[in-house]
């Protein structure tokens, strides 16, 4: 059975830095997808990355591009989304969730960690 925990969350001020953990257990990476959603208060779950081994990792929303990284600890069988330069408008609570492939649609995927807060607020 794949289940994924999320990490990480927390307030943090305009311009401050957090790191996110997924850390997984029940499949591995070499045949599966980990992409990272969120969602703001009143809007919908949206796409902010996702890696595969075959694919390697697309950042979806132009707002985070440069600013979100991805990195893994295999060892740990932990994936880290690793947020910077983070603003408001970045609150959301963040989820990590597998499938086969990549995808930047939530309805692609079926397995999800329970998620965690993120608040960027001064």
């Known amino acids: 059975q794949l289940q994924l925990v999320e990490s990480g969350g927390g307030l943090v001020q305009p311009g401050g830095s957090l790191r996110l953990s997924c850390s997984y257990s029940?499949?591995?990476?070499?045949?599966?997808?980990i992409g990272w959603f969120r969602q703001a208060p009143g809007k919908e779950r949206e796409g902010v990355s996702c890696?595969?081994?075959?694919?390697?990792?697309?950042t979806y929303p132009d707002s985070v591009k440069g600013r979100f990284t991805i990195s893994r600890d295999n060892a740990k069988n932990t994936e880290y989304l690793q947020m910077n330069s983070l603003v408001p408008e970045d609150t959301a609570v963040y989820y990590c969730?597998?499938?086969?492939?990549?995808?930047?649609?939530?309805?692609?995927?079926?397995?999800w960690g329970q998620g965690t807060q993120v608040t960027v607020s001064s």
């Open positions: 969730a597998a499938d086969y492939l990549c995808s930047y649609y939530p309805t692609d995927f079926r397995s």
């Open positions: 029940g499949f591995t990476l070499r045949n599966y997808a």
């Open positions: 890696t595969s081994d075959s694919s390697g990792t697309t």
